[in-house]
Structure formats: C-alpha cells, structure tokens
C-alpha cells in the first residue's frame, strides 16, 4: 500500500530554534495535510495544501507541497514551549474509486526553554 | 460550530464484549475516516465512508471489526468480541468533500479488560 516517510522521528531543540521537518512517498498526493497531536488529544489541523508547489504560511508555521506531488514539508520558526508535540503529516490520494487519508508516522517536537 | 464529536470518550469492556464508537462529523460534511493509535505510535487508517457507502476499507481487520455511516445519524464503529489487543486510541475524522481538508474528534480511548 501506499507509505508515507516522515523525518526526522524526533527532535530536541532550544527556544527560538528554527525546525524542519519532512514527509516524502513513492506515490503522488493530491492533497496534503499537516497536523499536531498533543497527549490525550486528537490531531490538530495546521495547514492544507492543494496544488504542487503551494507555500502556505499559518503564523510561525509554513509548509510547502513539492513540485512533484511526492513530497511536502513542515518549517516552525521561532520555538517556543507550546509547539512541543507530535507533528504529522497526511497525504490524500483520490484517483480512482478507492482512495484514502494516510499519515506518516510523526516527528515528536521536544523544546528546551 | 461543533467539531467532530465523537462518543464516549473512554470506553471499558470485557474480553468477548462487543464495543460501539460513534462519530459525528462536522455540520455539512459527508465523508468519515476513522483511524486506530496505538500509545508512541502513529495513526492507522482503518476505513473511509462517505454518507451510506464504504469508500476504503482496506484498513479494517477482516474479522470482527465493521464501520456504517447512515444516512441520519452518526458513524459506528463497531468491535464484536474484543480482545485485549483492540485496546487503542480510535479517532475519527471528517471533510468536507473527497480529499479537503479533514477535521478530527478527540477519540475515543477503548481499553479492554
């Protein structure tokens, strides 16, 4: 079935770091979402993505969808406490008759004040 | 403006009992996914409907596991028999239209004794 590869797995940053973080699939997405996921929680949407090549900012955050559809990644500028958290990416592919949302298996953020 | 409900948001069950989880999407949206977590672990996709009709299932354990989402009312999740392993997170999800954005309910955690 279709994977999604996520990286890094984790990361330990200080406050006011920059991060990055990425997702990248053998298959083409038509779509792509990234998330947060704070404990006992369920996921937060962060950012959509539609068409390749988009950047699309949401405050400290922006995400880019790859020219090649195949791919997509997360920035966080600025760290701060609060964006600790499991960040994930989801791509959507929806030719044919079948198609669904699947997700990668997460970046776990840790921030140092 | 609700979000994704979903209901109860704990649920225990004996081995062998049957477990029942609802969703109900946001207002206006027609297509549910539903995911299981393990704890540290990502989001498995387990099946997506779209109102009446199972889109993807290609997630759902053949056995003992069946998902429905009416026409009025919400989606069911259920397991017939649980086992020890079912223990898990169970989220679902919901959109708008095939592919856009999807918004989550804050889960229900399943825990089988």
């Known amino acids: 079935g279709q994977q999604l590869n996520q990286s890094p797995q984790s990361m330990f940053i200080q406050e006011g770091e920059d991060v990055s973080m990425n997702c990248t699939s053998s298959?083409?997405?038509?779509?792509w979402l990234w998330y947060k996921q704070e404990p006992g929680e369920g996921p937060v949407l962060l950012i959509a993505?539609?068409?390749?090549?988009e950047l699309t900012s949401n405050g400290r955050l922006t995400a880019q969808f790859g020219i090649t559809r195949k791919d997509s990644f997360l920035n966080i500028s600025a760290s701060i406490p609060s964006d600790v958290g499991i960040y994930f990416c989801a791509g959507f592919n929806y030719g044919g008759s079948q198609g669904n949302l699947i997700f990668g298996k997460g970046t776990k953020l840790s921030v140092k004040p | 403006n609700a979000g994704v409900m979903q209901n109860p948001r704990h649920l225990v069950r004996r081995r062998g009992q049957e477990a029942r989880l609802r969703c109900s999407p946001m207002k206006g949206h027609s297509h549910v996914y539903w995911y299981r977590q393990l704890p540290e672990e990502g989001l498995k996709f387990m099946v997506y409907?779209?109102?009446?009709?199972?889109?993807?299932e290609s997630g759902m354990p053949k056995e003992r596991f069946s998902a429905e989402f009416p026409k009025e009312g919400p989606s069911i999740l259920r397991i017939q028999q649980v086992v020890r392993g079912d223990s898990a997170a169970y989220f679902c999800a919901s959109s708008l239209d095939r592919g856009s954005e999807a918004f989550f309910g804050q889960g229900t955690r399943l825990t089988v004794v």
């Open positions: 298959s083409i997405f038509n779509t």
């Open positions: 993505l539609y068409k390749a090549g």
């Open positions: 409907l779209q109102k009446e009709n199972i889109i993807d």
